[in-house]
């Protein structure tokens, strides 16, 4: 169980500045230094929109990849690179983000990045109350296997997983020696497809990735059905995860629900059973800003289910894809929620 009852939490992105879309959509004209730099400047204004917040556990809003997952493929050997989306046009959707072929042995010699990403973050945020908590994140290796095309090498997507899985564990043993205190291992993909694929195999999987930091630093995961330009991917039912998703060897994991009207909310209080559950009160796909009273009406109703000490509360997703502006007064009025409540269970 966590120290600090109803927990405030993000997943893992923030939404970018402008100013930095427009630098990343014109790296040519930038020297390594000037890159260098946006990068940083990029974490100070996530790290400083988090802390305004007044959140528990903050992240560096995975300001320095392309996207949540799609950067890595940049520090993968193997691969040939696609350099362009199979469609550009029309509506937002998941076509419109490439696949990799694979051209040889599947290696990381320098990393897959993440340890740079959490050592620039306790940089920007050496000054930080200790009571926040520094989280990194990290997609998983079934779900960094979907953007990579399968050959006579690697047969098929499991075979794909596989040779990522030990890039991913190796990333992982290096952040927790870096000092790295709370690491969500983020598997959407899992969760999109547990209603047609075996889960027991997801979890072996899972199990195996993260296993040499099991009670090293505090494991967390996400269960996501996707969120591109604010379209999900998955079947959204978590029915089909459980009860094997039960058996991942996590501190906490995470449910979207505000996006779903807090269908199956009955589901938290069996995953209590096992870990942690950090909840999604507030919508990253809409542009509705709930109110503090909202927020707390949420949380009271997770707490019919769950109880205070095993309960953390989040955004329903990443805020990569939301505005800034959203995203400032959606984790605003989510602390301002959780507070009013916290104020009133402990008296």
């Keep these: 169980m966590k120290d600090c009852p109803l927990r405030t939490s993000v997943i893992g992105s923030y939404a970018f500045p402008g100013w930095l879309e427009f630098a990343a959509e014109h790296l040519d004209r930038f020297g390594p230094d000037d890159t260098a730099e946006a990068q940083r400047d990029g974490v100070i204004c996530a790290v400083h929109d988090q802390l305004e917040a007044g959140l528990d556990v903050i992240t560096d809003g995975e300001q320095t990849r392309l996207d949540f997952n799609l950067s890595f493929y940049g520090y993968l050997e193997g691969i040939d690179v696609e350099p362009d989306p199979p469609r550009r046009f029309g509506p937002p959707a998941h076509d419109q983000r490439g696949r990799h072929e694979i051209v040889g042995e599947l290696t990381a010699p320098r990393g897959l990045g993440v340890v740079a990403e959490y050592q620039r973050l306790v940089d920007v945020a050496r000054d930080v109350d200790p009571k ?150 507030v919508d990253v796909k809409s542009y509705f800003v709930e109110t503090p009273d909202d927020v707390a009406d949420r949380v009271r109703l997770c707490l019919k289910h769950v109880p205070a000490d095993r309960l953390v509360l989040a955004p329903d997703c990443g805020l990569s894809q939301t505005a800034r502006w959203a995203a400032r007064g959606k984790l605003a009025n989510m602390v301002a929620g959780v507070r009013k409540v916290r104020e009133e269970i402990t008296g």
């Excluded at 990290?138 to 596989?162: C, F, H, K, M």
């Excluded at 564990?169 to 959407?188: I, K, S, T």
């Excluded at 497809?193 to 995961?221: L, Q, W």
Aim: glycine share 6%; charged share 25%; with cysteine.
């Design 132 to 281: 926040v908590t520094l989280k990194a994140s990290i997609p998983g290796p079934y779900t960094l296997s979907g953007r990579l095309l399968p050959n006579r090498q690697y047969a098929d997507r499991w075979a794909v997983t596989e040779a990522m899985l030990p890039l991913v564990r190796r990333e992982l043993e290096d952040l927790v020696a870096a000092g790295c205190r709370e690491v969500c291992v983020d598997e959407p993909s899992m969760s999109c497809y547990a209603y047609r694929e075996d889960t027991k195999r997801f979890v072996d999987i899972f199990n195996r990735t993260i296993e040499p930091i099991v009670g090293r630093t505090r494991i967390c995961t996400h269960f996501c059905f996707g969120n591109y330009k604010a379209r999900a991917v998955g079947k959204r039912v978590y029915k089909p995860m459980f009860p094997a998703f039960f058996d991942l060897k996590v501190d906490e994991a995470h449910v979207e629900m505000a996006s779903r009207e807090f269908a199956e909310i009955e589901v938290i209080g069996e995953m209590a059973g096992h870990y942690d559950v950090a909840v999604g009160v």
